[in-house]
């Protein structure tokens, strides 16, 4: 029986043109979106807009490249086991319960160093929340994200490389793919610190890539995963002044570190299961549709 690693070997031109794109497709709105919150250039383009198109990357990327080399049935396939959503329920308990108590379990912590509670701004945030929970799920790094660095380039990652290295790898990238937020005066990222954002954000690579293959290769899992992480990570900020940053990189730093340790580096991928993801013109996808 073809193993994972057999028939996912990926080719590398395919993986090197989705990451050159996602970050064109990503750059060409969001540093202009930071040059017009400076005051550098005038135009009459929302910056949100800029934003909004600018987080498409990704999954522009994805979709450009599943199409180079079957055409519209790469696509088609591509999409098909994008949005598959059966998984165990344990795995949804993880990447809704557990994310959302890793981030909001931090408040009692924050309060007692010094944060001051913000009822108003909290209450005002829940009030939102279904449609802030909708709009993060499509557009706030959910889908516009995860189809294309977990549904896309995660497959191909691990076909090559281990999968501690290549987790590794995507959360280092996925953290550089975010650098041109760190001169927007009208982000949340604009006053925080970039290194140890990418701590965070690694190890949180690290818990979406486990999500991802102990639910067989699952996008949606992973993009409800990060929609719940997103939502949580502004309830947090609405809830709090200020927030402390180290407190969020230090549990999700850990949260990633646990994982690598705990799955002796395999972080949940078992070499003998059949492919998954849109890898090539044979797949084991649709043994899991």
Request: aromatic share 12%; proline share 6%.
């Amino acid at each position: 029986m073809k193993t994972h690693l057999d028939t996912a070997r990926p080719q590398s031109h395919r993986l090197v043109a989705f990451l050159v794109l996602a970050f064109v497709l990503t750059w060409m709105w969001w540093i202009p979106a930071g040059l017009i919150e400076q005051g550098i250039i005038a135009t009459g383009i929302p910056t949100m807009a800029l934003l909004m198109l600018g987080g498409l990357g990704p999954m522009a990327a994805a979709l450009v490249c599943s199409s180079s080399a079957l055409g519209g049935q790469g696509t088609r396939r591509f999409l098909r086991n994008a949005f598959r959503w059966r998984a165990p329920r344990r795995i949804y308990f993880l990447a809704t319960v557990l994310i959302a108590v890793s981030v909001l379990g931090t408040i009692p912590l924050q309060l007692a160093i010094g944060a001051e509670w913000d009822s108003a701004g909290l209450l005002t945030s829940m009030f939102a929340l279904v449609p802030t929970f909708v709009f993060t799920f499509v557009l706030g790094g959910g889908i516009d994200e995860e189809f294309g660095w977990r549904a896309f380039a995660l497959p191909r990652l691990q076909a090559s490389s281990p999968p501690w290295s290549a987790n590794l790898i995507l959360g280092v990238v996925w953290s550089l793919w975010h650098l041109p937020l760190w001169w927007n005066p009208a982000v949340a990222q604009y006053d925080s610190n970039y290194p140890m954002y990418i701590v965070s954000t690694t190890g949180f690579s690290f818990v979406l890539g486990w999500l991802y293959n102990s639910s067989q290769g699952n996008t949606m899992v992973v993009v409800v995963a990060h929609t719940v992480a997103n939502v949580s990570y502004g309830l947090q900020a609405t809830a709090l002044d200020p927030v402390f940053q180290w407190i969020d990189v230090v549990v999700m730093g850990s949260a990633g570190l646990a994982i690598v340790i705990a799955t002796r580096g395999k972080i949940g991928l078992r070499p003998t299961e059949p492919a998954f993801g849109e890898i090539g013109a044979t797949s084991g996808t649709d043994r899991h549709a």
